[in-house]
């Protein structure tokens, strides 16, 4: 290679890197500030993790430390402090459902059941178990037309709670001497993949005591 060819390299080697330098010293900040975001992103990530998790293992403490008083009356009263409108607060809500007993409590949990299930924002499933639960309790004094509505569509296919809710429905046909569509519910539990063991004697032994024939099905 002849000097004048070295030369005009190192002449363009010096003029690529000038040019280098001063792109990177006109946007060099940028891929910087890419790097310092993509840092700060991931450790605000964490940092919003491990407060989540000591939220939730703050709350999980909290109700176990309610549910450890020896009466009723001081288990109901902490978990009532928990008024979180979230599913965590829906959770203590059934709890303290849980925890009322006698006739004198009855109104404490038709109250909790009711609040879960007539809050809109939470999931359905929840809404749903709360309606089940109330009517299981024997809290829902509604018409029976009206405790009927809020049945029937927890007993359409690919409901959560559809076989207990064919159970309920079958207990409100009870109630309203409507033996035939009570049957029919029942063997719908029967035939239901879905119910359990004893939810199947149930349905069985309540097949029987209105003259039906389990069989049938």
Known sequence: MSNPDGFIE??????RRDRLFNLFRR???IGI????LIVGGASYNEWRKAQAENAAQALGDRMLAALESD???ARISALAEITRADEAGAVARFLAAGESTGEDQNAGLVAELTAIADNAALPPAYRQLA????ALSGGDTRPVDARRASITPLTEPGQPFRPVALEVLAMIEIDADNTEAALAHL???LRSPEASVGLRQRATQLIVALGGDPDAS
């Open 10 to 15: 190192e002449v363009t080697e010096e003029v």
């Open 27 to 29: 946007y060099g900040w």
């Open 33 to 36: 500030l890419a790097v310092v």
């Open 71 to 73: 009466a009723p009356e």
């Open 131 to 134: 309606t089940l639960k109330l």
């Open 187 to 189: 063997q719908t539990v």
